[in-house]
C-alpha cells in the first residue's frame, strides 16, 4: 500500500478521505436511522482513522527517507492544469520530512484531544462533556467543545490536517498556494465555532491577517513564475515557465531571477523577496505582524492551539527557507541583518510580554513568538550551526508548544479560567499534574537535557560569529525566559492550595495519550537531537553553500 | 447605389443568424401562447416549459452554425467564436433564470408569460451586444437590452423600491445611451466609418496631421472614446457609472438581479474587448497604432478605473446588511477586477476576462439562487435573518460557503482560477517598458481580495458563528429545486476549481476564433 512513489499522497489525502466519510455519515443518517450518538462516536473514529493512517504514512515516510544526501525524494509527479504547466508534485527533502512527521504526529495528538474519552466520570463532568453541560450552578459553563456540533468539528480537524501536510509536501509553487489557503477555513470555523468567548473576532482577525500576507505571496508566485526560465513538465514536455520548485532552486542559484526586469525602479529579487517574506512573517508570527496570535490562541479550543502553535506557525520559516532561500539568493543576503534584528525584536519583546501576562494561554502564546524568534536568528545566520538550529527549534518547538497548550487545557477543563494568579498550591491536589507541567515549561525554557535547550544552544553558536552582539542580547534574554516559566509554576502549583481547587481528579487517560507521548520525545531529543539532525542536515548545507557570510 | 450586393449579403447571413431568428421568434410565441393558456391551470410550467425550448432551440442553433468568423450584414455584427462563448453564457444564464422564476413567487404568477417574454428579448440583446462589430449595432444592442431591462427591474409595479428601482434605471441608462451617442458621432467625425475594423486605421489616419488640426483630432479622440467607453461601464456597472447598481438590484425580482449580475455585465464585457481589442489593439503591427495609444492611453485609464471600481464596491459593501445590495457591492467589485484583464489590452488579458466571467457566472448565480432561497423560506433579505442558517438548513449554508469563498478567489474553489487568470494577465505585462503601473494595480487587486474577505466572511459568521434568532431554531422547508439548483452550482464551483483546464481550454479557442 504505501510505496515511495505514493506515501506522501497518502499522509497528505487519508485526512481528506476521512473527512469526506464524516460528511456521508451526516448526510445517510435519516436513511440510516442513526442517533446522534452513534454519528458522533462514528465521526470521533474516522478522525482517529484517518489521522493515524496520516501519521502510519508520515512515519513510513520518514523511515523510507534516506539522509545521507541532499535530493529530493518519495517523488509523486504528474501534470495537472496543462494550460499553465502546474504540476501536481510532491516530495521531501531534509527540510520537509523533518515537518512532515511532526505535522503527522501534532495532527493525530490534535485528534486524540479532541476526543471526550478516556476522560473518567468526575472529570469529564468537571469539563462539561456530559449532554447539557455541567451541572453546578456555581460554576455555569457552556459544553466542552468535544461534545459538541461533532461531525463538523472532526471534518474540519481532518480537511486542517490535509492542508498543512500538503503545504509540506507540495514542491510546486500553485499547488502549494493551494494547499497554503485550503488551511484557512477550517482554523476559521474551528476557532469561530468551538472557541472561546471573543471567537468571532478572533476567528476574523486570524483570517484577515493570514489572506493579507498570502495574496501578496501570491502576486510574488506569480512574478516567479514569468520570470523563470524554460523547464521541462512531468510529462516531458517543455515549457516556456515553470512552478516546479526544484527547478526554480536550480534557476535561483543559477542566478536567473536577478536577470529580472525591474519593477518601478526596484529590483525584482527584492520586491519579490519582500512579498514572500511578508506572508511568510505573518504566519510565524514576526513582529508587528504577530498581534493576531495571542487572540487565536486564547480563543480556540486545545487541540486546535496545539495544532496552531505545533504546525501552523512553523509553515512561516518553511516557506522562507523553501521559496527565499534557495531561489532569490542574493536578495535572501541582502535581508539577512534585517531578520536578524526581526528575530531578536521577536524573542527579547515577547519574552517581556510574557512577565506582563495573567491568562496562562496567552504567556505561552507570547512564549511562542519569542521562541520562533530564535528560528529566524538562526535562519539569519546562515552558518551550518546556525541554520540546523533553526530547523530543529522549529521541530522541538513543534513538540514542546503543543505540550504547554495541552497542559494550560487540562487546568481549563477542570477551573474554567486560566488566571495564573488565582491558582496556587495546585501540585498538592494535581501532582501528576504538577509534574508534567514542569517538564514541559523547563523544556521550553531550555534546561540541559532537554529537546529545546540543543535548539537554542544550536542556534547561538551558530549566530554569535554573524551576529555577536544581537546573540549576546538573545542568550541573556533567556533568563527572562526562565523568570516567566519560573514565576508562574510558583504561582501556580506552590504555596497553600486555594480551597476552591481541592479534590479536582488528577490526569486522566485522554490527556496522558497525548501529553506523554510528547514528552517522551522531548527528553529522547534532548539527549538524541542527532536523529533530526542527521536528516535534515544534508539538505540544509547545501541550501545556505555560498550563502554564509563567513 | 447598387442595392443588390447588400440584399445578397443580409441574405447569406441569415445562415450564422438562425439562434437570433429563433430568440426573435420566441418572445413572440410566449406572448401568444399566455394568452392562449390564460386559463389553464398549469400556465407557469407550460410557459416556462416553451422559454426553456425557445432556449434551448437557439442553443441547437447555435451549435449547428456554420465553423468560422463571418461579417454578416455587411459588417454589422461579427458571428465568430468569440460571441459564440458569450453566446453560451447567456443561454445558461437565461435557462437558470427562467427556471428559477417558475420556482419562485416573486414573479406573480399571471404575469409569468410577460417576464419570460421579455427576458427572451434581453437574451437577444445579449447576442447582439457580443457579436456586434459595428458603432450603431452596438448602439442599437445596448438600447434593446437597457429598453428591456427597465421593465424587467421594475416588475414589481406595487413595491416602492422596484419603482424606485427602474426609474434610477431609466434616468442613469437613458444619460448613458446618450453620452455614448454623442462619443460615437465624434468617432464618426473623425474617421468615416462605424465598422470596428476600419475605425483604427482611419483613425490612426486622422493622427497624421500635425498643428492645431491634429490638436484637435486627439481631442475628439479622447472625447469619442471616453464617451463611448461611459456607455460600456454603464452596463458593466464601473466607477463612476455604477449608482444605478445597488438600488436597481435591490429592487428587481431577485431572479432577474441575478442574471443582471452575469448577463448584460458578460456582454458590456464582451463588446469592450471587442471595441478596443478590434479598434485600438496596442503592440500590433499594427499602422499608427503608437500614436493611438500615446494620444489615447485607454490601457492605463482602464486601469485606474479597474483600481477604483474594486476599492469601491469592496469598501461600500463592507456596510451592507441587505444581501442583494451586498452582493450589488460585490458585483461592482468584480467588474473592477475583469477590468483589469481588459486593460492588460493583451490576448491573455482578453482571455482571462472570458474564462473570469465564465466561472464568475456559476458561482454568482449560485449565490443568488441561495439568496432566494433563503428569502423564499423567510420572506427576508436582511443579513440578521442568517443568522443560524447553519442550524436551520446546514446544506444551503455549505452551499453559500462554497460560493462566498469562490468570490472571495480562494482555492481550490472556480474563483481562485479566475482571479490567478486576471493576476497572471497583468503581471505579464510589468516587465515591459512602462509596464510598471500594472504592478501597483496587481497590489491594489491583491489587497481588495484581503478586504472582500472581511464581508464576505461577515455572511459566513451569521450563519455559522452567530446564535439563531430564535432559541429554537425551526428547521427551513425551501423548495426542493432551489436545493438542487445551488448544489449543482456548488459542485461545479468546486469541479472548475479543481480541473479548470476544460473552460480555459475552450476560452483560449474561442478567442483564436475572433473575428474582425
Redesign the interface.
Known amino acids: 500500500m504505501f510505496t515511495p512513489g505514493s506515501i506522501l499522497s497518502w499522509a497528505t489525502f487519508a485526512p481528506l478521505a476521512a473527512a469526506a466519510l464524516v460528511v456521508l455519515l451526516v448526510v445517510l443518517r435519516p436513511i440510516l436511522r442513526l442517533s446522534r450518538r452513534a454519528v458522533d462516536d462514528g465521526a470521533r473514529l474516522l478522525a482517529l482513522a484517518g489521522s493515524g493512517l496520516s501519521l502510519l504514512a508520515a512515519i513510513a515516510a520518514w523511515r523510507m527517507f534516506d539522509g545521507s544526501t541532499d535530493q529530493v525524494q518519495l517523488v509523486q509527479h504528474v501534470t495537472w492544469?496543462?494550460?499553465?504547466n502546474i504540476e501536481y508534485f510532491l516530495g521531501v527533502d531534509g527540510l520537509s520530512i523533518s515537518m512532515v512527521l511532526l505535522t503527522g504526529i501534532i495532527s493525530f495528538v490534535a485528534t486524540i484531544a479532541s476526543m471526550p474519552w478516556w476522560s473518567g466520570a468526575r472529570a469529564a463532568e468537571l469539563a462539561g462533556m456530559v449532554e447539557g453541560g455541567h451541572q453546578d450552578p456555581a460554576h455555569p459553563h457552556p459544553q466542552h467543545f468535544s461534545v459538541r456540533a461533532v461531525p463538523g468539528y472532526m471534518a474540519l480537524l481532518l480537511l486542517l490536517q490535509t492542508g498543512m501536510m500538503g503545504t509540506f509536501v507540495a514542491l510546486d509553487m500553485f499547488l502549494f498556494?493551494?494547499f497554503w489557503?485550503?488551511m484557512?477555513?477550517p482554523m476559521?470555523?474551528l476557532i469561530?465555532?468551538w472557541g472561546g468567548p471573543r471567537?468571532?473576532y478572533a476567528?476574523?482577525k486570524f483570517?484577515?491577517y493570514t489572506?493579507?500576507g498570502s495574496?501578496?505571496m501570491?502576486?510574488a508566485i506569480?512574478?516567479l513564475?514569468?520570470?523563470s526560465a524554460p523547464a521541462e513538465l512531468a510529462g516531458g514536455d517543455t515549457a516556456a515557465h515553470t512552478f516546479n520548485l526544484v527547478e526554480l532552486a536550480r534557476q535561483g542559484a543559477a542566478g536567473q531571477f536577478e536577470r529580472?526586469?525591474p519593477?518601478?525602479?526596484f529590483a525584482f529579487t527584492k520586491?519579490a523577496f519582500v512579498a514572500l517574506f511578508i506572508g511568510f512573517a505573518i504566519k510565524i508570527p514576526m513582529f508587528p505582524f504577530h498581534t493576531w496570535l495571542p487572540d487565536a490562541h486564547v480563543e480556540a479550543p486545545t487541540p486546535i492551539s496545539v495544532i496552531l502553535a505545533g504546525v501552523l506557525l512553523k509553515m512561516g520559516p518553511y516557506g522562507i527557507l523553501r521559496f527565499n532561500y534557495p531561489l532569490l539568493r542574493d536578495a535572501t543576503q541582502w535581508a539577512a541583518g534585517a531578520i536578524a534584528v526581526f528575530g531578536l525584536i521577536n524573542i527579547v519583546y515577547a519574552a517581556f510580554v510574557c512577565l506582563a501576562q495573567k491568562d496562562l494561554k496567552r504567556l505561552i502564546a507570547y512564549s511562542s513568538v519569542s521562541h520562533m524568534g530564535f528560528t529566524l536568528l538562526g535562519m539569519a545566520a546562515m552558518t551550518p550551526a546556525g541554520i540546523s538550529g533553526a530547523v530543529l527549534n522549529m521541530f522541538t518547538h513543534g513538540l514542546i508548544s503543543p505540550m504547554l497548550f495541552l497542559v494550560a487545557g487540562v487546568i481549563y477543563d477542570r477551573a474554567h479560567h486560566r488566571e495564573i494568579e488565582r491558582f496556587g498550591g495546585l501540585a498538592q491536589a494535581l501532582p501528576e499534574y504538577a509534574a508534567v507541567v514542569g517538564l514541559s515549561f523547563f523544556a521550553s525554557l531550555g534546561l540541559p537535557g532537554l529537546a529545546g535547550f540543543i535548539s537554542e544552544f544550536m542556534v547561538f553558536s551558530g549566530a554569535f560569529p554573524v551576529f555577536t552582539t544581537y546573540t549576546m542580547v538573545a542568550a541573556i534574554s533567556v533568563v527572562i525566559t526562565a523568570a516567566y516559566y519560573l514565576w508562574a509554576i510558583h504561582r501556580m502549583f506552590l504555596g497553600k492550595l486555594n480551597p476552591a481547587y481541592q479534590g479536582y481528579p488528577d490526569l486522566n487517560w485522554r490527556e496522558r495519550l497525548s501529553l506523554y507521548p510528547l514528552g517522551a520525545m522531548v527528553i529522547v531529543l534532548g539527549f538524541y537531537p542527532q536523529a533530526v539532525l542527521s536528516v535534515i542536515g544534508n539538505t540544509l548545507q547545501t541550501l545556505i553553500k555560498g550563502m554564509s557570510p563567513l | 447605389m447598387d442595392l443588390l450586393p447588400l440584399v445578397e449579403s443580409n441574405l447569406t447571413s441569415l445562415a450564422w443568424f438562425r439562434p437570433e431568428l429563433a430568440l426573435t421568434a420566441g418572445p413572440l410565441l410566449v406572448l401568444v401562447l399566455d394568452l392562449v393558456w390564460r386559463r389553464s391551470p398549469g400556465r407557469v410550467a407550460r410557459l416556462s416549459g416553451v422559454a426553456l425550448l425557445v432556449l434551448a432551440a437557439a442553443a441547437v442553433l447555435l451549435a449547428g452554425q456554420p465553423e468560422g468568423g463571418q461579417a454578416l450584414f455587411n459588417g454589422m455584427i461579427q458571428s465568430d467564436g468569440f460571441a459564440t462563448y458569450f453566446k453560451w453564457l447567456f443561454l445558461a444564464a437565461g435557462a437558470v433564470t427562467v427556471v428559477v422564476v417558475a420556482l419562485g413567487s416573486e414573479v406573480a404568477k399571471e404575469r409569468v408569460g410577460e417576464f419570460h417574454a421579455l427576458l427572451l428579448a434581453v437574451v437577444l440583446g445579449l447576442f447582439l451586444m457580443a457579436s456586434a462589430s459595428d458603432l450603431l449595432m452596438m448602439y442599437l444592442a445596448i438600447e434593446l437590452v437597457s429598453m428591456t431591462s427597465y421593465v424587467l427591474a421594475g416588475f414589481r409595479r406595487g413595491d416602492r423600491r422596484a419603482t424606485e428601482a427602474a426609474l434610477k434605471y431609466v434616468i442613469y441608462g437613458g444619460v448613458a445611451s446618450g453620452v455614448m451617442l454623442f462619443g460615437m458621432s465624434y468617432l464618426y467625425g473623425l474617421a468615416g466609418t462605424f465598422s470596428f475594423a476600419e475605425l483604427g486605421p482611419a483613425v490612426a489616419a486622422a493622427l497624421q496631421g500635425s498643428g492645431p488640426s491634429l490638436a484637435a483630432a486627439r481631442l475628439a479622440l479622447v472625447v469619442g472614446i471616453a464617451f463611448v467607453a461611459a456607455g460600456v461601464g454603464y452596463k458593466i456597472a464601473a466607477v463612476p457609472f455604477h449608482m444605478w447598481c445597488p438600488d436597481v438590484y435591490e429592487g428587481a425580482p431577485t431572479p432577474f438581479t441575478a442574471f443582471l449580475s452575469v448577463g448584460p455585465k458578460a456582454a458590456g464585457f464582451a463588446l469592450a474587448l471587442r471595441f478596443f481589442l478590434s479598434a485600438f489593439r496596442p503592440r500590433e503591427a499594427q499602422e499608427g497604432a503608437a500614436a493611438l495609444l500615446e494620444a489615447v492611453p485607454w490601457p492605463a485609464v482602464i486601469g485606474v478605473v479597474a483600481a477604483a471600481t474594486m476599492t469601491l464596491g469592496n469598501l461600500v459593501a463592507i456596510a451592507q446588511t441587505n444581501l442583494k445590495r451586498l452582493l450589488a457591492y460585490s458585483s461592482i467589485a468584480h467588474a473592477g477586477y475583469t477590468l483589469m484583464g481588459l486593460s492588460a489590452a493583451s490576448a491573455a488579458g482578453a482571455q482571462s476576462v472570458m474564462i473570469y466571467l465564465a466561472l464568475y457566472l456559476v458561482m454568482n448565480l449560485g449565490a443568488f439562487v441561495v439568496v432566494m432561497l433563503v428569502a423564499s423560506a423567510t420572506g427576508s433579505e436582511s443579513l440578521l435573518d442568517y443568522r443560524g442558517l447553519a442550524k436551520r438548513q446546514p446544506f444551503t449554508a455549505v452551499a453559500f460557503v462554497v460560493f462566498l469563498l469562490s468570490l472571495t478567489g480562494l482555492p481550490p474553489f472556480a474563483g481562485f482560477i479566475g482571479k490567478w487568470y486576471l493576476f497572471t494577465a497583468v503581471w505579464a505585462r510589468t516587465g515591459e517598458a512602462g509596464g510598471g503601473w500594472y504592478a501597483v494595480l496587481l497590489v491594489i487587486a491583491a489587497l481588495n481580495t484581503a478586504v472582500s474577505l472581511y464581508y464576505y466572511a461577515r455572511i459566513i459568521r451569521a450563519m455559522f458563528l452567530d446564535a439563531p434568532n430564535a432559541a429554537e431554531p425551526s428547521p427551513l422547508h425551501p423548495p426542493l429545486g432551489y436545493q438542487l439548483i445551488a448544489g449543482a452550482f456548488a459542485a461545479a464551483v468546486i469541479l472548475f476549481g479543481v480541473l479548470p483546464q476544460p473552460v480555459i481550454a475552450w476560452a483560449e479557442q474561442a478567442l483564436g476564433k475572433m473575428g474582425g
Open positions: 492544469i496543462r494550460a499553465f498556494y493551494v489557503e485550503v484557512l477555513l476559521y470555523f469561530g465555532i471567537k468571532e476567528a476574523i483570517f484577515l489572506l493579507a495574496v501578496l501570491l502576486l506569480i512574478g513564475y514569468y520570470n529580472a526586469a519593477i518601478l525602479g520586491l
